[in-house]
């Protein structure tokens, strides 16, 4: 669905993916606020190179990620920067919600397929398989720690109606992204999320 | 090297893979303290399962891990569950170090290939490719976190000589280990893992 000014929107408990081309910029926004959309990315080129937590945090010597930060591949290429975020917090700790986590933590008897499901479904046409998504940088998603005891929480999203973080590509990207599934993640409401996909310069090509 | 007791011995900057078999009990060993072990598990008759920090960290609410917590899969099911643990601090956020992390980090002009190396070197006769290394469990490895700002930082480990952790397995696995390989991890000192493998009740062939 593409709404005005090149707007696409995400229904509540999907996920779509896409490609960028190195250059491009993305913008995730969250139009209602409160909402969770899980984003990863894999080069388009190589497909086993895909966004790294592990490497990230390490090299940036934080959990939490903003303007300027980059996000490391598991071969420490940057395959995204972030260049905007009106936010300033967001979660590189934990995997997509799936079908799993919610008969573990919820206890659900038939339970959603959660994005993890929605971002394999996406991803499957770029052949891309299940086991290959790793932990995804959940925007706007709110997981603080606690020092002393490592205890983590999952607490509403800081992001209000219009909010965004955007991203440029550094690389030729497949990217998933999602509204997400959890009813914690995102107080208890299933909202949809915007994206926007501004072209490099000197190309011209639609999105 | 198989010391006494059924002990072998992980020299410094070194690393090692090996397999395990359901109910096996390995028990990793900092002989002479404050050194960091990196374990990767992967289910041996399906290599596309391996440990996932994201699901582990999400299914525990905890960034750190310790007797009693399993360690679970890409795919939700339990590798392997702490029985034992005399130190009750190490890292789950972070990948192996790598050339590129003593390229980036240390600005090593001719890096060490680091524990991602040495585990890739070490897993490829299984058929383990390196692209397929995610975020290590990092025993002995001490990572406090700032809550407010998210930094983290590298301490010295708080484990000392003699100090153990023990898994047992929960499925038939290819482990992966070293004695870590970046001067941070382990207070400026390269030094040796010893680890042991119990095999499980009801079977009798050697390790």
């Known amino acids: 669905m593409c709404a005005e000014g ?16 190195r250059g491009d910029r993305l913008t995730v926004i969250d139009p209602r606020g409160e909402q969770v959309a899980d984003l990863l990315a894999f080069n388009r080129h190589d497909l086993d190179e895909v966004i790294s937590s592990g490497r990230t945090l390490d090299y940036a010597s934080r959990i939490y990620l903003t303007t300027g930060d ?3 591949s598991n071969r420490s290429n940057v395959l995204l920067r972030i260049v905007e975020d009106t936010v300033g ?8 919600c799936s079908s799993d986590t919610f008969r573990i933590i919820y206890g659900d008897a038939h339970p959603h397929r959660g994005c993890f499901g929605n971002l394999a479904a996406a991803l499957q046409p770029y052949g891309i398989a299940p086991d290959r998504i790793p932990v995804a940088f959940n925007c706007f998603m709110n997981v ?12 509403p999203p800081l992001s209000r109606a219009g909010d965004h973080i955007s991203f440029v590509a550094e690389r030729d990207l497949v990217i998933g992204l999602t509204a997400c599934s959890a009813l914690q993640s995102n107080n208890g ?8 996909i501004e072209r490099g310069e000197g190309r011209t090509q639609p999105a």
């Open 6 to 21: 090149g707007i696409h929107e995400i229904e509540p408990r999907s996920g779509v993916a896409f490609t960028l081309d």
């Open 89 to 96: 917090r967001h979660d590189f700790l934990l995997t997509p």
């Open 144 to 155: 603080p720690v606690d020092a002393a005891t490592g205890a983590l929480r999952v607490e």
């Open 189 to 196: 409401r299933f909202k949809p999320i915007h994206y926007r």
């Open 70 to 72: 980059p996000l490391y």
